[in-house]
């Protein structure tokens, strides 16, 4: 089965940066889109952002555009989110997620996506 591992979470105080990336499995193709969610504490998961397989196509949630950017190491097969001007309101456990049925992003809905990881903790204080 196909496996994605987050890393890059962490405590960080509001304004502050961070990193995610999402390490596919050897399983995982290179042709899929990827894409992040979030889930605050006792809300519903939403979507953050998706980039295409090659990366020429991202989607933005309104909440983070302007701040966070997400892209694509394709000799790796990694993908990143790149973090910036960070709010306590951006306090959430955030997953990488996998669409084996399409190239480019076709939805925000978590039902798009087929694989997931088991998510990291970003904790950013006021």
């Known amino acids: 089965q196909v496996q994605l591992v987050e890393s890059g979470g962490g405590l960080v105080q509001a304004g502050g940066s961070l990193r995610l990336s999402c390490a596919p499995s050897?399983?995982?193709?290179?042709?899929?889109?990827m894409g992040w969610f979030r889930q605050p504490p006792g809300q519903e998961r939403e979507f953050v952002a998706a980039i295409s397989y090659n990366g020429a196509k991202k989607v933005y949630a309104d909440s983070v555009q302007g701040r966070f950017t997400i892209s694509k190491d394709n000799a790796k097969n990694t993908v990143y989110m790149q973090m910036n001007s960070l709010k306590p309101e951006d306090t959430a456990v955030y997953y990488c997620a996998g669409d084996p049925d399409t190239d480019y992003p076709r939805g925000t809905s978590p039902s798009d996506f087929e694989y997931w990881g088991q998510g990291t903790q970003v904790t950013v204080s006021s």
């Open positions: 050897e399983r995982a193709s290179r042709t899929y889109t």
